[in-house]
């Protein structure tokens, strides 16, 4: 990836392909995804021995695809993201481990799987320590530690520290390694993910952190982790996180354990939003365009149902327009609110943290021009809803200038399917 990244406030294309030829092929709101943007992130991180997406932030089975023929390897937190990943291709044994399953519980469902198909756990409870040494005694595990901090974008994000919920408390780490011996499951990796969008500084502090636990667990450690949390540019002025010097404190940690340990270790990072969020654009039509006092509102057929991130976290994310009758030239700009369909107030994507409405100065529109919300390859989709019963959006694929739909819309009949009208007797 570039050093930087400019969001043009007029857009014309998305990847070298029109936007008003996407949106007459595949209606609006859609989810474009530029495949050569995952690529680039993709080599970016090629210093680590493992990269393992994260496929919470995108997990449809073209990009899973996509990924698993480069080299990465997955994630998964629930039986339903293993399944994602057998359909794209993953198997579920291997060294290094293709699959991980990574979570704080076992679900019923999950457990079952686990044991029945052998997966390799990350356990980020005690209680799963157990339950998986009752079904699976003998089994070896990875533990994800919540180190005590943690950092974010939001306080939502925010996967360490004593109010999250997320991984074995570092105080209690004599007690799991106790309940792992009874059963004796084997502790072969560290994990530790502080938070999504965490800052350089914090990121840091993560492998100080981990070193200290590895020399209490020994030299059964075989893989470390330094999770995710990379930053992800949503604004122009946002700069790439030097990924050369954040290998280089991971390396180092490595190095000291390995000498210690006197045998290799492999060093994953654990990336979602990194590799996925800048490759999207959510391609949505203005279909009103009104005044309320001293506000000005675009209007969209997409809403928080279509991309939740603005109601949840008070996330920005940057917008552009794009002419129905094509062109990019310079126009001139107007604060505006840019809000949704919903039958709901919240229903705003220019809002901050705390659900304050803000205005973003963008471009003079008209109705039926196109806005293209970007960044939006994270945690877009993958959130979405049919609440007011709105079908979920069609994904788009480019790579190399080809498109095509890697999901198609929703229809009205799909919202349905599965329902049934009650019958009662009497």
């Known amino acids: ?26 209606g609006t709101p859609t989810y474009v995804y530029d495949f050569e943007s995952i690529e680039r992130a993709v080599k970016d991180l090629a210093p680590f021995d493992v990269i393992r997406f994260a496929q919470k932030a995108n997990s449809n089975i073209a990009v899973l695809d996509f990924l698993r023929q480069r080299g990465v390897l997955v994630d998964a937190v629930s039986a339903g993201e293993v399944h994602r990943a057998v359909s794209a291709g993953y198997e579920l044994h291997g060294e290094p481990h293709p699959v991980v399953y990574t979570a704080d519980i076992f679900d019923r469902a999950s457990l079952d799987l686990v044991v029945e198909k052998g997966l390799h756990v990350n356990c980020g409870s005690e209680e799963m320590i157990r339950q998986l040494g009752e079904r699976a005694p003998g089994a070896n595990v990875t533990l994800r530690i919540n180190p005590g901090f943690g950092h974010g974008h939001s306080q939502k994000t925010n996967t360490g520290g004593e109010q ?97 340990f006197g045998h290799a270790i492999t060093l994953e990072i654990e990336p ?95 109705v039926g021009d196109f806005l293209v919300i970007e960044a939006a390859g994270a945690y877009g989709f993958v959130m979405a809803s049919n609440y007011n019963s709105k079908p979920l959006p069609a994904e788009v694929a480019i790579y190399r200038g080809s498109h095509q739909v890697i999901r198609a819309r929703q229809t009205n009949e799909d919202l349905t399917r599965g329902e049934r009208l009650a019958s009662w007797n009497g």
């Open 1 to 26: 990836m570039s050093a930087t990244l400019e969001f043009p406030l007029v857009r014309s294309s998305i990847a070298g392909v029109p936007v008003a030829e996407l949106a007459a092929k595949y």
């Open 272 to 366: 979602g939003r990194y590799l996925v969020a800048e490759c999207g654009f959510l391609v949505a039509e203005i279909r009103a365009i009104k005044r309320m006092g001293k506000n000005l509102f675009y209007l969209l057929d997409a809403g928080f149902n279509s991309l939740a991130r603005p109601i949840l976290y008070g996330a920005y994310h940057p917008m552009s327009i794009s002419p129905a009758k094509g062109g990019a030239g310079e126009r001139e700009t107007v604060p505006v609110v840019v809000g949704g369909p919903l039958c709901e107030s919240g229903d705003i994507f220019t809002q901050q943290d705390g659900g304050f409405v803000c205005s973003r100065d963008l471009p003079v529109a008209e």
């Open 164 to 260: 999250s919920k997320h991984g074995i408390w570092h105080e209690n780490l004599d007690g799991a390694l106790q309940l792992a011996d009874r059963y004796g499951v084997t502790v072969t990796g560290l994990h530790m993910h502080i938070g999504s969008g965490a800052d350089f500084e914090h990121l840091s502090q993560v492998g100080q952190a981990l070193e200290t636990i590895a020399r209490k667990v020994g030299r059964s450690i075989t893989t470390i982790s330094a999770g995710g949390g990379l930053p992800t540019r949503y604004r122009s002025s946002d700069t790439q996180v030097d990924i050369e010097r954040y290998f280089k404190i991971w390396d180092e940690t490595r190095r000291r354990l390995q000498e210690e």
